[in-house]
Each structure stands twice: as structure tokens, then as C-alpha cells.
């Protein structure tokens, strides 16, 4: 292949978040503090690089606790949040928890809480089967809250209760694509209660901001994360409306279009919130196997948040 001059447009922020971070530092502390194995409940967070890593250091992956053989070992939440019966059946169970759902998902959880306290039915906005939306409506019993996942689902629905209604919305979704949905119940429910804050958290807003500054100049836009990670794959929706003439997830199996982009002149890239930072270098490096690459990184803001894990792991 010739050595043509490609130019990368780095959208920034990009890749992990607080609540990421977060996620994977209780697993190691729970690790050092427990020793190994500490079962962790779902992927710790969507990404298949760091749950191997994980695994390396004695992080055992299940899905639910019955897997569980030896119950005498400790088992942490991921960081999508847990409906109120996964605690609950680790303390029937008699066994260790820790909790790795992100203060920001544990935000929209106590929010459900409230307004079912208030009388209110619930609409949550969110992608039917993701962890987060099930461990969201997991913390009512169940017909508190129903599902809308599409402009359509907003048109079609009616209040069959005889409540008022209110909203929530999943962390990670598109925020063009909710502001839609939440238009469309307003319209057809002028009464509906919002949240005080919106539910979508910093770290989905900012990195869709950044993608959306810098997407209509890319030919390519390629977003470092796994299938399952919601807010990588929004991340790919946002380039392609925003003005990108072709936008790909790059995950585990990918397999890097080079012949594509070797028609290029400018292409784009970022990553989930889930998506180490290791894993945009390892990108970036092979396309400087094939090509002259000058990087240019867009930031629209810098992020400072940081959570704090539980206290119980220091
Ligand atoms: S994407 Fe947002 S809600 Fe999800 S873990 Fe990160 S900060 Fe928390």
C-alpha cells in the first residue's frame, strides 16, 4: 500500500467516564481486599478488553448468582445497576456484595423511587434487555413502569392508568433522539412530570458533542467500543446524522477497513465510555503501519469528574 497522508480528527472527550473507572477500580480493590476469585455479576462494564483483563487478575464473569458456586466468595454489581432483587437474593443467599453501579444510574434508581412515591406512572425512556433499563424498572414491582424506546412507541402510547404520568430516560442514550420522544409526550401529555436534571449523564452528552463537532468533515468515522456498549453505538448513529459519509463501531472482531480509508483524506474517531484508551492507540498504530498520519484532537471540554468507591473497599 503507498504511504498516503491521512489526517485524524480525535473527538475529545472520549472513552472511560467516572463511572467506568469506578466500575474497574472496585473489582481490583475487592480483588486485593478479598483475594481472588471475586465474582462479578454481567460484564463490569461493556468491553470485552477490560473484562479480560479482569479476568487475568481473578475476576470470575457470570450472569447471574446461581452460577455461583462457592457463595462464600464476594460478587459485585456492574456498573448498569441491579434490579432490587439482586441484592436482595445475595443476602438470602448470605453473601458479599459491592456494588459497582454508577452514582449516575443509582441517581435515575432513587428518581423512580420518588416519583412512584408520588403517585406518578412511569415512562422509561430506554433500549429494551440493556442491563440498565432492567435494572432501572427492577426497582419497582413490576407494571410501575413501562418502556418507550422510539418516536413510534411515544405516538402509540396511552395512559391505561389512572395516573399521572412522569418520565425517566437511560444514561447513554442519543440526546437528539430522546429531546424527540420527550417533544412528542409533551405534546400528547402537557401534564407530564420531568426530572429536575435530565437522566442522560455528562459523559454520553459530552462525547456525542464532540463527535457532532467534527463529523461532518470526516469521509470515515470510526468509534472504538464493543457491540454491547450502548453509548458506543449512539456514538456511531451521531456521526453518521451529523454529517460523516460513513460511520463504524470498531470492536473486538473488527476487521480494519484499510482499503476504504485509504481513499480518505480526513477520517474521525472516538470511543465509548466504556472503551480504554489503549485500544485507540492500538487503532491508530496500525493505520501508521499503512499511512502518514497527522492527528489533530478536537476537545470541546475537559471532564474532572470523579466518583468515589465504597468505603468499605479502602
Ligand atoms: S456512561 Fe454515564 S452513567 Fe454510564 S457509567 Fe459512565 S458516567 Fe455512569
Not at 54 to 71: P, R, T, Y
Amino acid at each position: 500500500m503507498e504511504n498516503k497522508s491521512i489526517k485524524i480528527l480525535l473527538a475529545a472527550p472520549r472513552g472511560f467516564c467516572a463511572g467506568v473507572d469506578r466500575a474497574i477500580e472496585i473489582v481490583k480493590k475487592s480483588i486485593q481486599k478479598y483475594g481472588s476469585p471475586v465474582y462479578v455479576r454481567h460484564e463490569i462494564v461493556h468491553n470485552k478488553h477490560v473484562v479480560e483483563s479482569l479476568k487475568k487478575i481473578g475476576a470470575i464473569f457470570v450472569e447471574e448468582l446461581d452460577e455461583i458456586k462457592d457463595k462464600s466468595r464476594p460478587v459485585i454489581f456492574s456498573a448498569h445497576g441491579v434490579p432490587k432483587s439482586v441484592p436482595l437474593e445475595a443476602s438470602n443467599l448470605n453473601m458479599t456484595y459491592v456494588d459497582a453501579t454508577c452514582p449516575l444510574v443509582s441517581k435515575v434508581h432513587r428518581e423512580a423511587e420518588n416519583i412512584n412515591k408520588q403517585g406518578k406512572h412511569i415512562l422509561l425512556i430506554g433500549h429494551k434487555n440493556h442491563p440498565e433499563v432492567i435494572g432501572t424498572m427492577g426497582q419497582l414491582p413490576s407494571g410501575s413502569i413501562d418502556l418507550i424506546e422510539s418516536t413510534d412507541d411515544a405516538f402509540k402510547y396511552e395512559n391505561k392508568s389512572t395516573k399521572n404520568l412522569a418520565y425517566i430516560t437511560q444514561t447513554t442514550l442519543s440526546v437528539d433522539d430522546t429531546k424527540d420522544i420527550i417533544e412528542i409526550l409533551k405534546s400528547k401529555f402537557p401534564d407530564i412530570y420531568e426530572p429536575k436534571k435530565e437522566d442522560i449523564c455528562y459523559a454520553t452528552t459530552n462525547r456525542q458533542e464532540a463527535v457532532k463537532k467534527i463529523a461532518s468533515q470526516c469521509e470515515m468515522f470510526f468509534v472504538i467500543g464493543s457491540r454491547n456498549s450502548s453509548n458506543s453505538v449512539r456514538l456511531v448513529e451521531v456521526a453518521k446524522k451529523n454529517g460523516s459519509k460513513h460511520a463504524e463501531l470498531i470492536h473486538s472482531e473488527s476487521i480494519i477497513p484499510l482499503e476504504k480509508i485509504k481513499k480518505c483524506k480526513i477520517i474521525g474517531i472516538s470511543s465509548g465510555a466504556s472503551a480504554p484508551e489503549v485500544l485507540v492507540k492500538d487503532f491508530i498504530n496500525e493505520l501508521k503501519k499503512q499511512f502518514t498520519i497527522e492527528i489533530e484532537e478536537v476537545e470541546i471540554t475537559k471532564e474532572n469528574i470523579t466518583f468515589k468507591i465504597p468505603g468499605k473497599l479502602n
